[in-house]
């Protein structure tokens, strides 16, 4: 059984930055992936990594957000620069089981509790 714990949330000002993480225990798992849901939106894909280290970005975010991970801690981490009042949301991290293969969200084992990332002036 995976359990998930983000941590790193907070209130930044337009073009800040942050770091999320993501700490996983298990390992029946074969990628982590980083969702956000909006007030009033569908939650959608914002980046993923797979044990392989191969990567993956929603389109919103490409070229300003880096997921990364550290195996000795078994955590992943969302680096978040360049931030837009629109990337406001709850972002959860999500681990994917070790047989699946696509990104939705019927295909993950495990779901963190959320942090909230407020963009503001």
């Known amino acids: 059984q995976v359990q998930l714990v983000e941590s790193g949330g907070g209130l930044v000002q337009p073009g800040g930055s942050l770091r999320l993480s993501c700490a996983a225990s298990?390992?029946?798992?074969?990628?982590i992936v980083w969702y956000r849901q909006a007030p009033g939106k569908p939650r959608e894909l914002v980046a993923a990594?797979?044990?392989?280290?191969?990567?993956n970005y929603g389109d919103s975010v490409k070229g300003r957000f880096t997921i990364s991970r550290d195996n000795a801690n078994n955590t992943v981490y969302l680096h978040m620069n360049t931030l837009k009042p629109e990337d406001t949301a709850v972002y959860h991290c999500?681990?994917?089981?070790?047989?699946?293969?696509?990104?939705?969200?019927?295909?993950?084992?495990?779901w963190g509790k959320g942090t909230q990332v407020t963009v503001s002036s």
């Open positions: 298990g390992n029946i798992f074969n990628a």
């Open positions: 990594i797979t044990t392989g280290g191969i990567t």
């Open positions: 999500a681990a994917r089981g070790r047989y699946r293969y696509s990104w939705a969200e019927g295909d993950m084992a495990a």
